[in-house]
């Protein structure tokens, strides 16, 4: 016969790394950190992209509205003078350094100096090249997109020069644009006033069909009515500095051997002043055809009558001029354009170089995916896979090991050897701690049910003996003539035949409860009665032990218990088990008490057994439920009984949804309490149940 091997999971062969939890853990753990390192990079790549991306339109939006504050300064002043606090007012809105120089480099203000302007930073910390130029007579048309829209003349419109209306004058035109609005708005056309940057009010039209009036012949005239009602012509302002600039005008179309113009408030002109001349109508010198200059003659009735609406309607300098399709027109517009550059002068700031950032400012880098940062992006993720790869390594082996370990405790448990306690991990708060502390709590229980079983096979063999000793005995006794079966004969024998059957209902009881085969045939018990039934079963009992057995009755104006929802047989049976457990316990003289009372919760209802017998020990008590326990060890059937009634009175309680508990003094007694859950509170919840 084959011995065991004590050596338990030593003798076992190992699983190869393909299959076992370590090999499976590190081949996970490397795919895990393989997918997460690629997850990683490509979210750090995206990431980086679309951060730059919106830094560069934030940075846009920023300078777009750093420059275009300063440049409507620069418009409405004839200096830089004052602008210091508007450079620091940007640059803590916007987190940035921002410097203003001459085109010469000369520093005008710097936000992150303190000092007053002209103590700005050296040239060789500013950038090599400008943000900007901040001219509000060359306007930038990358950072102000509104100013390509003008045409040719870039010009800020919030730069008027000498056409800025007097407040005299602004009031008159404002009166009058009102009295335009009130009008219209009588006639059923919707219009408001807003003014342009040199102060005159203007009529704006709500209807969004054609701006500056009405599509209809019917509401043209209307219209027409209402400007001519209220006439707000040129102001004198406005007069002086059209004719200035008209002059500058002339004198430049006079240089290039062109006919003069005149000029309308709002920057257009007159083309009568051109028709016959130059060739515009004939078509010599442009090269316009006969059908080109009938063509042309014929728009010259509709200019002039859209100069006229727009006179009418107040237009100013906030409309751009239209450059016309000849070559008179495109060098009008050029002269027109040089002379309001001329005529600003004096009137607003001269150029100044804007620079954002501060020094060494050059832009938001972009994402440079080169060799060097593919090189390092690879090596960091090598490094990152490798300590992954090292700490799983490492995680595994400890998690094996005690793996191996339980696999050889059970191995030798299985082969009936006495399985040696698993030494539990230093970090006992895991999994594998736990799991090592409930296998070793799971073989010292198996430990103690094997010796429990020994003992309790000795203790039923010895239970057993004793009655059929004493029946085969009176029985050879009487085959053998030596005893005669009279009435006290047979009397001995019941008495033996009726011990060895209870012992075997005990065992029944005992075996239906552990199966779960234990039925209950419950029905509402009223627990005084049930109470009152067995104390009158007991009291015979305990007059001949001279113990006083007492049921205590409720104080006067105690509410009816309410009814228990159990087995009437079977609760006799565990009080009964209870009360002469008592009474064979508590020496003559001594008091037995029962009584019931219902629990504070109010679910459950309480049976209190009370003797003033020996008591259990302390070290006892846990063991008193137990089958077979008996304080008495020699077993002695004069001092107790098989030491089942305890075990059985525990299960019984178990299958009524209640427990048992005891508490006892040693020399002063013991104490049981049987709790049980009322009817009431086993009925399941309905609809008419709150």
Same mark, same amino acid.
């Given at each position: ?9 030593a003798g076992?062969?190992?699983?190869p ?14 795919l895990?950190a ?8 490509w979210?750090?790549v995206q990431?980086?992209s679309?951060?730059?991306?919106? +830094?560069?339109?934030q ?8 420059y275009?504050? %300063? ?8 200096d830089?003078d004052?602008?210091d606090?508007t450079v ?5 809105e916007?987190a940035?350094r921002?410097v203003? /120089?001459?085109?010469? !480099?000369r ?6 100096d ?19 130029v ?7 048309t ?16 919030? #730069?008027?020069g000498?056409?800025?209306l007097?407040?005299?004058e602004?009031?008159? %035109?404002?009166k009058a644009?009102?009295g335009?609005?009130?009008?219209l708005?009588q006639?059923?056309?919707?219009a ?8 005159r009010?203007?009529v704006?039209f ?8 009405i599509?209809?012949v ?9 400007f001519?009602?209220?006439? @707000?012509g ?9 004719s200035?600039?008209n ?6 179309l ?8 005149k000029?309308n ?6 083309r ?6 130059d ?9 316009l055809?006969?059908r ?5 003659a014929?728009k ?7 100069a006229?609406?727009?006179a ?6 906030d ?6 399709d ?5 060098a009008v517009?050029?002269c ?9 002068t004096?009137?607003?700031? +001269?150029?100044?170089?804007?620079f ?6 050059a832009?938001v880098p972009? &994402? ?8 390092r992006i690879?090596g960091?993720?090598?490094?990152v896979?490798a300590l ?10 400890r ?11 059970a191995q $030798? ?6 399985a040696?306690?698993v030494? @539990?991990?230093v ?6 701690g736990r799991l090592? #502390?409930? &296998?070793?709590?799971?073989?010292a229980?198996?430990?103690?049910? +094997?010796?429990q079983?020994? @003992? ?6 010895h239970?057993? !003996? /004793?009655p059929l000793?004493n ?17 006290a &004969? ?9 011990q060895?059957?209870h ?6 009881d005992?075996g239906?409860?552990?199966a779960? *085969?234990l ?7 009223r ?6 039934q ?7 009992l305990? +007059?001949? *032990?001279?113990?006083?057995?007492t ?8 509410p009816h ?7 009437p047989? $079977? ?40 003797d003033?017998g ?8 846990p063991?008193v439920?137990d089958?077979f326990w ?11 009984g ?13 299958a ?8 006892s003094?040693e020399g002063?007694?013991?104490? &049981?309490?049987? $709790?049980l859950?009322?009817?009431e ?10």
């Amino acid at each position: 016969m084959r011995r065991p091997d004590r050596g338990g999971a030593a003798g076992a062969a190992r699983l190869p790394l393909r299959k076992s939890l370590a090999g499976r853990l590190l081949t996970v753990t490397a795919l895990v950190a393989s997918c997460s390192v690629a997850a990683t990079a490509w979210l750090a790549v995206q990431t980086t992209s679309v951060a730059i991306r919106q +830094e560069q339109g934030q940075n846009l939006k920023s300078d777009a509205k750093i420059y275009n504050t %300063l440049l409507g300064y620069a418009a409405t002043h004839p200096d830089w003078d004052g602008v210091d606090t508007t450079v620091r007012d940007l640059a803590q809105e916007s987190a940035r350094r921002i410097v203003l /120089t001459t085109p010469g !480099r000369r520093p005008i203000v710097d936000s992150a100096d303190s000092r007053s302007a002209g103590g700005g930073p050296s040239d060789d910390l500013l950038a090599q090249q400008a943000s900007a130029v901040v001219d509000p007579r060359s306007v930038d048309t990358v950072l102000v997109p509104d100013a390509a829209k003008a045409g040719a003349d870039r010009v800020d419109p919030r #730069a008027v020069g000498p056409f800025r209306l007097s407040a005299k004058e602004h009031d008159a %035109l404002r009166k009058a644009a009102a009295g335009r609005v009130k009008c219209l708005s009588q006639m059923g056309i919707a219009a408001d006033v807003v003014e342009s940057p040199g102060g005159r009010p203007r009529v704006q039209f709500v209807s969004d069909e054609i701006e500056g009036g009405i599509d209809s012949v019917t509401d043209r005239d209307l219209e027409a009515k209402c400007f001519a009602s209220y006439p @707000v012509g040129p102001t004198a302002t406005e007069r002086k500095a059209l004719s200035a600039l008209n002059q500058l005008a002339d004198a430049c179309l006079k240089r290039q051997g062109r006919t003069a113009v005149k000029l309308n408030l709002d920057l257009s002109w007159d083309r009568s002043y051109a028709y016959g001349r130059d060739g515009a109508v004939s078509g010599a010198e442009d090269g316009l055809s006969d059908r080109e200059a009938k063509a042309l003659a014929a728009k010259k009735a509709e200019d002039a009558a859209t100069a006229e609406r727009k006179a009418a309607s107040g237009g100013a300098l906030d409309y751009a001029p239209e450059i016309r399709d000849s070559a008179y027109d495109r060098a009008v517009a050029n002269c027109v354009e040089s002379a309001r550059r001329e005529q600003l002068t004096g009137y607003v700031a +001269e150029p100044a170089l804007l620079f954002i950032d501060g020094p060494g400012a050059a832009g938001v880098p972009g &994402f440079d995916l080169s060799r060097a940062n593919t090189a390092r992006i690879a090596g960091v993720t090598a490094l990152v896979l490798a300590l992954t790869v090292g700490a799983s390594v490492l995680a595994g082996a400890r998690l094996v090991r005690p793996l191996h370990a339980l696999t050889g405790a059970a191995q $030798r448990m299985r082969e009936g050897l006495d399985a040696t306690p698993v030494p @539990v991990p230093v970090v006992s708060d895991n999994e594998i701690g736990r799991l090592t #502390a409930a &296998f070793n709590d799971m073989a010292a229980h198996r430990a103690r049910l +094997e010796e429990q079983r020994k @003992v309790m096979v000795s203790d039923v063999a010895h239970e057993l !003996r /004793t009655p059929l000793s004493n029946i085969r005995g009176w029985l050879e006794a009487a085959h053998d003539g030596l005893a005669v079966p009279d009435p006290a &004969f047979v009397s001995s024998l019941l008495e033996e035949a009726v011990q060895l059957q209870h012992l075997i209902n005990d065992l029944q009881d005992l075996g239906a409860a552990d199966a779960g *085969a234990l039925r209950l045939h419950r029905k509402p018990v009223r627990i005084d009665e049930l109470l009152g039934q067995v104390a009158a079963a007991h009291q015979g009992l305990a +007059e001949t *032990a001279g113990v006083t057995l007492t049921v205590l009755a409720p104080p006067p104006g105690t509410p009816h218990p309410p009814l228990l929802d159990a087995d009437p047989v $079977r609760l006799r049976q565990t009080v009964s088990n209870l009360l002469s457990n008592a009474v064979r316990h508590t020496p003559a003289g001594g008091t037995v008490t029962l009584r019931r009372y219902v629990s504070d919760p109010g679910d459950e209802l309480a049976v209190e057994v009370s003797d003033t017998g020996s008591g259990i020990p302390a070290g006892d008590l846990p063991y008193v439920f137990d089958r077979f326990w008996r304080a008495e060890k020699s077993r002695n059937r004069s001092t107790g009984g098989s030491g089942l009634g305890l075990a059985i009175v525990l299960k019984l309680a178990e299958a009524h949804g209640g427990t048992v508990d005891v508490a006892s003094t040693e020399g002063e007694g013991a104490t &049981f309490t049987l $709790r049980l859950p009322t009817a009431e509170s086993r009925k399941p919840e309905g609809p008419g149940r709150p």
